[in-house]
């Protein structure tokens, strides 16, 4: 049990620290996490704005340079010279052709961003390209984009709108021998200085580069990555990016990482958390009246807009946390090592401590149960003698609770008047700083005496007497035995009457008494007739039985004054104090005939017989001289032989 006990303390040694220690610093790691979060919220933000504003920003600008294009005079008169049927009529110089050709050429191949400029005539025919070859120059050539997109819508729209393409749509143009390279198409109509439709003007923008400008502004933070989508969910960027796997340009999204288009294609924009990663996103769609600085509509395939930028962050975890924050851990775990320490030494003593307690209990109840249940008394008493403290033995002796004596009884009122003043002697040595001792007798509650002895000494401090304590020895028992061992020794054990002994002792009394009192005292000696034969012929027990008789027979003649007494085998005397010789002579009279009357009722032989007996009687006055039974007894026998002489059954008066 205490074992178990010990378990549970350093369970709970090692849990509580945990606990608390968890509740005191989680919240500040909580915090912490809180402000690592909203950190990174604010850094995606700030990620995105960079990267939406790098996308478009250079789409913004082909789009002004393509309505600029499509409005030079050069060109529109070009245009309208080749919708003129024939060569003469065209009145356009071939000097202007290549002023023309030279100026566009050089204003694409200055931007890396265009791939190539195309004029295309109403019957959708390209009329002219640059970049041209060096060696060729301008390129007439008589390719048809009367099926493209950008030609068919282009050729629709009013002056100042704009067509845009959806990204890497006409591949199947730019086959130059050179890797494939993803455009985007701008296209808006030409129209001359009357208003006439003369054909569209092509600008191709090199996507990659486009969105180069995006990877660059994702290098602020080299854990962030960008997420560019069309409305189909098709990747419009050069290669997959960290965790998202789209393949490359034109991979499927949606089906690659569905986790993240389903997220995004719920809202326009906001935050989602998917694979630890914090991603931010929003609608990107190139339509919008902002790219129109000066443009009219902007139209595009509806299908594939708007577009979805995103920016993904990785979240922190708490390892991260701690292990960024290597001092919070080693505090934590330094913390969390003390508490549990001092857990565990807390256990440990409070065990100890506890094992000593129940130690000091067990010896404490052992001493108070000595105390309280010895076989003798114990008590103090104060320097009045007012009862302090007892124990329960000597309370039941006296038959009190210890709430009617102690402080309520002077000990003096529980010995008897008798007894007091030796108990008052031994209280004044303790009291005096000596040990005492005195026999005294206690009065019982219901009234009885108790033989007791009480040994006490003094309890003192600092050299002054406290009170008395008392060790208290019952005699009774002691007294008891001493009594019946005296009466013993006075009596004789057949016929309970006294023996020749306590004749002796008590003769000496009376006598003494007699002389004071001047009374006259005489003396009676007994002797049953023929005793012999009866315990010959009836046997020792039968012979016992009229020893008894005799002795009943003889008390009963008697006063409560006399003492008869047996002196020898069959042989009785009887002390009659205050008694005249003649009175006497009667009473050994009646002792005599009494004797003789009244037969001893014995079994014999399993039958019930009336033994009679008689007996022979000795009678002499005790002289005042004398100081001794002896002469009194020696007369008496005197008296006592003649009778027997004489026949026995009879008195004889001895005095001399
Ligand atoms: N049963 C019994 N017999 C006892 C006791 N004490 C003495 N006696 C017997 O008493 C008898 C005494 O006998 P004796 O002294 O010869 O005298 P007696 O037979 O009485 O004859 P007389 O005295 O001459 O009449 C003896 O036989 C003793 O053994 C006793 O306590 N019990």
């Not at 580069?209 to 997420?227: E, F, H, P, S, V």
């Amino acid at each position: 049990m205490p074992l178990r006990r010990l378990h549970t303390r350093l369970l709970l040694a090692v849990s509580i620290p945990l606990i608390l220690v968890s509740t005191t610093l989680l919240p500040v790691l909580h915090v912490h996490m809180e402000t690592r979060l909203n950190s990174l919220s604010a850094e995606a933000d700030a990620l995105l704005k960079v990267g939406q504003e790098a996308l478009t920003r250079d789409i913004n600008e082909s789009l002004n340079y393509a309505l600029a294009i499509a409005e030079m005079p050069g060109l529109r008169r070009y245009l309208a010279a080749q919708s003129l049927t024939t060569l003469t009529d065209q009145q356009y110089s071939l000097s202007d052709l290549s002023q023309l050709s030279n100026f566009l050429t050089t204003l694409i191949s200055h931007n890396a961003r265009y791939t190539k400029l195309v004029l295309i005539d109403n019957q959708g025919r390209e009329v002219l390209r640059a970049p041209r070859s060096n060696k060729t120059g301008a390129r007439v050539s008589g390719n048809l984009h009367v099926n493209t997109d950008y030609f068919i819508e282009a050729s629709k729209l009013l002056p100042r709108d704009l067509y845009i393409s959806p990204p890497g749509r006409n591949l199947q143009f730019e086959l130059f021998g050179r890797d494939v390279i993803p455009v985007v198409n701008v296209s808006t109509p030409v129209f001359d200085a009357t208003g006439e439709r003369r054909g569209v003007v092509l600008l191709s923008l090199n996507w990659d580069y486009l969105t180069d400008a995006l990877r660059q502004a994702m290098l602020l933070d080299q854990n962030a990555n960008m997420i560019l989508v069309d409305a189909q969910g098709r990747w419009l960027l050069d290669e997959g990016i960290g965790s998202i796997d789209t393949a490359s340009f034109g991979g499927n999204f949606a089906a690659l990482s569905p986790l993240y288009w389903q997220a995004m294609q719920q809202r326009n924009e906001g935050n989602a958390t998917i694979d630890n990663h914090l991603l931010r996103f929003q609608t990107e769609d190139i339509r919008t009246q902002r790219y129109r600085s000066l443009a009219g509509t902007i139209f595009s395939d509806n299908a594939d807009h708007p577009w979805k930028l995103g920016v993904t962050l990785p979240r922190p975890t708490w390892l991260s946390l701690f292990k960024e924050e290597t001092t919070v851990l080693w505090f934590l775990l330094l913390t969390y090592g003390v508490a549990v320490a001092f857990g565990i030494f807390w256990s440990i003593s409070s065990q100890r401590q506890r094992e000593l307690r129940q130690a000091a209990q067990r010896h404490a109840y052992e001493v108070s149960d000595l105390y309280e249940n010895a076989p003798c008394g114990y008590h103090s008493i104060d320097k009045s003698g007012l009862v302090v403290k007892m124990n329960r033995t000597e309370l039941a002796w006296l038959g009190y609770s210890a709430k009617e004596v102690i402080g309520h009884i002077n000990y003096r009122e529980l010995i008897t008047p008798e007894t007091r003043e030796e108990f008052e002697k031994a209280f004044q040595n303790v009291k005096d700083n000596q040990s005492g001792s005195a026999e005294c007798t206690l009065l019982t509650r219901n009234g009885e005496h108790r033989h007791v002895m009480i040994q006490g000494s003094a309890y003192t401090r600092n050299g002054r007497f406290v009170h008395s304590r008392a060790m208290v020895f019952d005699l009774t028992e002691r007294k008891q035995l001493e009594e019946k061992l005296r009466a013993q020794a006075m009596t004789d054990p057949l016929t309970g009457v006294f023996n020749r002994r306590y004749l002796q002792a008590q003769a000496k009394i009376e006598m003494s008494r007699a002389r004071r009192q001047n009374h006259p005292i005489a003396l009676i000696t007994i002797d049953i007739d023929h005793f012999k034969r009866i315990n010959d012929e009836y046997g020792h027990d039968v012979g016992d039985d009229v020893l008894k008789n005799f002795t009943q027979i003889v008390s009963d003649l008697l006063r409560q004054e006399d003492l008869l007494c047996r002196v020898g085998g069959e042989e009785f005397a009887v002390l009659l104090p205050n008694t005249a010789i003649e009175q006497a002579q009667q009473v050994a009279e009646r002792i005599r005939i009494s004797i003789e009357q009244a037969p001893t009722t014995v079994e014999y032989e399993g039958t019930q017989q009336a033994l009679k007996v008689t007996a022979s009687l000795g009678v002499t006055p005790i002289h005042v001289r004398e100081k001794s039974l002896k002469p009194a007894l020696k007369r008496a026998d005197i008296g006592l032989y003649k009778a027997k002489e004489n026949g026995r059954n009879q008195v004889i008066l001895h005095t001399l």
